[in-house]
């Protein structure tokens, strides 16, 4: 994984938040295949991902 990060954030053109181990998750937060999270699961996604955002000066358009 922290391979596959590397390559990505060399060849990449934009931003990448956080890792793939970052969004690694236990079997209690998928519902029913190991891409679809449950609720639980989406909630402590969608909470790591706007910390991580707001986090990244410059990453976000406010319209502050």
Do not use: Q, W
């Amino acid at each position: 994984i922290d391979s596959l990060t590397g390559r990505l954030r060399r060849a990449m053109r934009i931003p990448i938040v956080g890792t793939a181990a970052d969004f690694a998750y236990p079997g209690s937060y998928f519902f029913d295949t190991r891409f679809h999270l449950n609720e639980e699961g989406r909630r402590v996604r969608t909470l790591k991902m706007i910390a991580m955002l707001k986090n990244r000066e410059g990453l976000l358009i406010t319209t502050r």
